[in-house]
T-cell receptor, first 113, second 113 residues
Framework: DQQVKQNSPSLSVQEGRISILNCDYT??????FLWYKKYPAEGPTFLIS?????DKNEDGRFTVFLNKSAKHLSLHIVPSQPGDSAVYFC????????????FGTGTRLQVTL | DAGITQSPRHKVTETGTPVTLRCHQT?????MYWYRQDPGHGLRLIHY???????DKGEVSDGYSVSRSKTEDFLLTLESATSSQTSVYFC????????????FGPGTRLTVT
């Protein structure tokens, strides 16, 4: 039972345009959400997080939006750069902690020139 | 970059043999985690530790055991490896286990033949 779902396995975006990566969850107890980026042969690296008391969090080119009623979050990357090409995982946890994370299956983003 | 190393980085072993993977950190972080990454599943938590000699099970703990005798080392043992345990294993650390992100090691690719 996949509690965190990333329904798009891949996404291709032109350099300079906006990339929008989506994530849906089913467990209404999740109250803390994170996005990680992963390059091949490396471990995931943290990008941005959001607590359920907020609906938006921004960090430079990265913005995460949370829609609790729809159990949906999205990551916006503006403008997209070739170095953003990677696999992006969303993750969720219960109790406002970042300890026991439940990950989605990942979306591979390719930013083309 | 957080000081996390994993050893070995690659291993091929036969079904039924014991295998131990090591995670070593130089950050003096309290929390340590073991995940496995498989296609179609994202990352799944195997076990985690919240202090020396304090460990707990994650989502996919069957067939795995862990030990943490020192703050800096977290060992994952497959008592009798099976082909279903062929995967990429990631170690992660976090300072408090609350709203701080987890830092991941480079991963160990394990193949069980």
């Amino acid at each position: 039972d996949q509690q965190v779902k990333q329904n798009s396995p891949s996404l291709s975006v032109q350099e300079g345009r906006i990339s929008i990566l989506n994530c849906d969850y089913t467990n209404s107890m999740f109250d803390y959400f994170l996005w990680y980026k992963k390059y091949p042969a490396e471990g995931p690296t943290f990008l941005i997080s959001i607590s359920s008391i907020k609906d938006k969090n921004e960090d430079g080119r990265f913005t995460v939006f949370l829609n609790k009623s729809a159990k949906h979050l999205s990551l916006h990357i503006v403008p997209s750069q070739p170095g953003d090409s990677a696999v992006y995982f969303c993750a969720a946890s219960v109790g406002g902690t970042a300890s026991k994370l439940t990950f989605g299956t990942g979306t591979r983003l390719q930013v083309t020139l | 970059d957080a000081g996390i190393t994993q050893s070995p980085r690659h291993k091929v072993t036969e079904t039924g043999t014991p295998v131990t993977l090591r995670c070593h950190q130089t950050e003096n972080h309290r929390y340590m985690y073991w995940y496995r990454q498989d296609p179609g599943h994202g990352l799944r938590l195997i076990h985690y530790s919240y202090g020396v000699k304090d460990t707990d099970k994650g989502e996919v703990s069957d067939g795995y055991s862990v030990s943490r005798s020192k703050t800096e080392d977290f060992l994952l043992t497959l008592e009798s490896a099976t082909s279903s345990q062929t995967s990429v294993y990631f170690c992660a650390i976090s300072a408090t286990g609350t709203k701080d992100e987890q830092y991941f090691g480079p991963g160990t690719r394990l193949t069980v033949t």
